[in-house]
């Protein structure tokens, strides 16, 4: 009988992930169920331990992290030839979105770990960008100028660090010129904001994307086109409900490959991922996990 990978990054979530670890850990000495731990002291050390470690050996993963963390335990599970391991997020971090999009309990682990031990894993899609995959959100344009901001700032900490930014941010922004290939179909655009979803929702529950569905085989791609700073304050509220894609200055698209060119930075799950140009694309299936919404 296999073990359990138990993955984790004490220091995310301000703390929570250390609690969440214990609390992770009770549970499996509870029920008897076997286990090995890497966590280190960093996001980066513990990925570096994970990088030494022969996934193939375990039948599940289960990542107690953030976004960041799960974004990179996805990508080394795609060099895994082993298909069938199923990767468990305990939300452990400060926005939790890929695990808000599964339906996963945010402040319970020990139900998501009910959820793990009795049921099926199911296979979901996943994004891609630049060969990197990604669980939720792959974005350019503002937002991506307020993390390039953020990760430069000490203080404050969490989420209030990117509303900081965005404030700074806001008053010299200007919408970029890009070039957009949606299946094979070119347009250009001015935006202020193009959000590529597979997932719902980042930065703590905005629902920038809030059709994406993981088992559609299809990418939503939300598009801001340029509008005044006074009336992007009174949209932004919205997007934590998705009622701004009723905008008229809001476009939502699908499709399973996307081109992007233009002078802008890109991420993915939070992560820089590079400038562009860049291709995103959507992977059917490409993850055994499981979800409370099935």
Known sequence: MKSNLVVANPASGRGKGARVLAETLEYLEKN??????IA???????????????????ERVLVVGGDGMVHHVINQLAKSADT??????IPAGTGNDFARALGLNIKSPHKNLDLFFTMEAISIDLGEVN??????????GFDSVVNERANQMRWPTGRRKYDLAMIQELSRFKPRRYQITI?????????????????????GGMKVCPGADFHDGLLDVMILNPVPILEFL???????SGRHVSHPQVEVLRGKSIFIDGEAITYADGERIAPTPVHVKVLPKALR?????A
């Not at 996001?43 to 996934?55: G, N, R, T, Y």
């Not at 069938?84 to 997020?89: P, R, S, V």
Request: proline share 1%; hydrophobic share 40%.
């Open 32 to 37: 008897h169920f076997r286990y090995q731990v």
């Open 40 to 58: 280190a002291s960093s996001l980066e050390a513990s990925l570096s331990e994970l990088s030494k470690v022969s996934i193939t050996e375990f």
């Open 84 to 89: 069938t391991i199923a990767l468990g997020i």
């Open 131 to 140: 060969g990197v995959r990604f669980g939720a959100i792959c974005s350019t």
């Open 183 to 203: 299946d094979n179909h070119r347009r250009d655009v001015q935006a202020m904001l193009i959000a590529i979803g597979n997932g719902s929702s980042y930065g």
């Open 234 to 240: 009174r949209i932004f509220p919205k997007v934590y």
């Open 289 to 293: 996990t499981w979800t409370a919404n």
